[in-house]
């Protein structure tokens, strides 16, 4: 959590202090982003390329686990 919170912090758009001894994060001010359809668009085609992505890699595993398994003598 602490380096999801730190690289927020590097965008600028969040400004805030944690305090480790208490473990929270005190938000001080935030810059409000709205998405226009071209952002929409590419976020749907980025989210589409990792879902492929992944069913190609399930499919990998599921090959290499249904594999028969050879045993030297």
């Known amino acids: 959590v602490e380096g999801f919170i730190i690289e927020a912090l590097k965008t600028k ?3 805030a202090r944690m ?3 208490l473990r929270k994060v005190f938000v ?7 998405f ?3 952002q929409w668009q590419a976020l749907h085609d980025t989210l589409s390329g990792w ?3 992944l069913a190609l890699v399930k499919e990998s595993m599921q090959a290499i ?3 028969p398994i050879v ?3």
């Open 13 to 15: 758009l969040v400004s």
């Open 19 to 21: 305090d480790q001894n």
């Open 71 to 73: 045993l030297a003598k």
């Open 51 to 53: 879902k492929t992505n």
């Open 28 to 34: 001080t001010s935030r810059v409000h982003r709205t």
């Open 36 to 38: 226009g359809r071209s």
């Open 65 to 67: 686990v249904s594999a």
